[in-house]
């Protein structure tokens, strides 16, 4: 997966993802997940491929021990909800595992 580029729209807005964490009740918080790319394209063939989502928040869940949800919004795309302050390493494993997105394009809020 090394070596993806984004294939983005051109409406105006950046191509970030943003990486929220969220509190419920008490300690308890929510880590949402928001603009990831529907699509990315390979760099030598330039065959465009659809993200797996259910994939990614499967290999989250078993990676950081937690559950999460995928929620299909009509503004926000596909946003990724997991249980727990895990901003950094959410971002971190995005980066690095997935190889799909780059540091620069990740925002983390709150932190």
């Known amino acids: 997966m090394d070596g993806l580029i984004l294939e983005g729209k051109d409406d105006g807005k950046s191509n970030k993802v943003h990486v929220r964490m969220q509190q419920r009740n008490g300690r308890k918080s929510w880590t949402t997940v928001a603009g990831f790319p529907e699509q990315v394209r390979l760099p030598k063939s330039g065959k465009v491929l659809q993200v797996d989502f259910e994939k990614i928040l499967r290999t989250l869940k078993k990676t950081f021990k937690t559950n999460g949800v995928l929620i299909k919004d ?24 997935t190889a799909i997105i780059t540091k620069d394009q990740v925002m983390i809020h709150g932190s």
Request: charged share 30%; glycine share 8%.
């Open 74 to 97: 009509p503004d926000h795309g596909s946003v990724m909800q997991l249980q727990g302050d895990i901003r950094k390493e959410v971002a971190e494993f995005l980066i690095e595992v």
